[in-house]
């Protein structure tokens, strides 16, 4: 493992455990929409693994693989569109349970992720920041963001979620066009 991997691993544990979150969460849910946000973010953090693993293929690939007159690049690309796609699509067809649990997320939260990710950006870049500490900077801004992402899915009430989107009066007035 480099040092890059060891500096990331606790995020990379907690990215797991966040995908294990939502795998129940999707199984858990009463709504098919439910459903299919759940699997969306299981993809999303999926795809998050992979980026932090980008070293991994290194390892284990030699630079000369060729499948089917493709690189393992071009698989590896071919895939995560298929991912990307898939989450995108999950999460149009599910917006209205994706909006509802956007509106509980508190503003602070917000503001939190958006400040760390700055934060990481400038480490990462050296923007304002010692190029010996960008990258220390950047690995703990990244974990912060994973570990509340990891705190608001495992304290989030899946059941009284659904139960109170569930119960949810619709103030949609019925169509008229007939009258």
Same mark, same amino acid.
């Not at 199984?27 to 299981?42: E, M, P």
């Not at 304002?128 to 912060?144: H, K, L, Y």
């Given at each position: ?31 098919? &929409?439910?459903? *299919?946000? %759940?699997?969306?973010?299981?993809? $999303?953090?999926?795809? /998050? ?6 070293? +991994? ?32 699509? &999950?999460?149009? *067809?599910? %917006?209205?349970?994706?909006?509802? $649990?956007?509106?509980? /997320? ?6 939190? +992720? ?66």
């Amino acid at each position: 493992m480099t040092s890059d991997g060891v500096i990331e691993l606790p995020g990379i544990i907690m990215l797991f455990a966040c995908i294990f979150r939502c795998a129940q969460y999707m199984k858990q849910s009463q709504f098919k &929409l439910g459903r *299919y946000f %759940w699997l969306a973010s299981v993809l $999303v953090f999926f795809a /998050v693994i992979r980026r932090e693993l980008n070293y +991994v293929p290194e390892l284990f690939i030699p630079s000369n693989f060729s499948f089917l007159n493709h690189s393992y690049d071009w698989w590896e690309d071919a895939i995560l569109l298929t991912v990307y796609l898939l989450i995108v699509g &999950l999460l149009a *067809y599910s %917006w209205r349970y994706l909006w509802a $649990v956007l509106k509980k /997320v508190p503003i602070s939260l917000y503001i939190t +992720v958006v400040v760390l990710a700055l934060l990481e950006y400038m480490g990462e870049n050296a923007i304002f920041i010692p190029e010996n500490m960008g990258e220390i900077v950047e690995e703990i801004a990244e974990t912060s963001v994973y570990a509340i992402a990891l705190i608001y899915l495992w304290r989030f009430k899946l059941s009284d979620f659904d139960h109170s989107v569930l119960y949810q009066p619709n103030h949609h007035q019925p169509c008229n066009a007939n009258e």
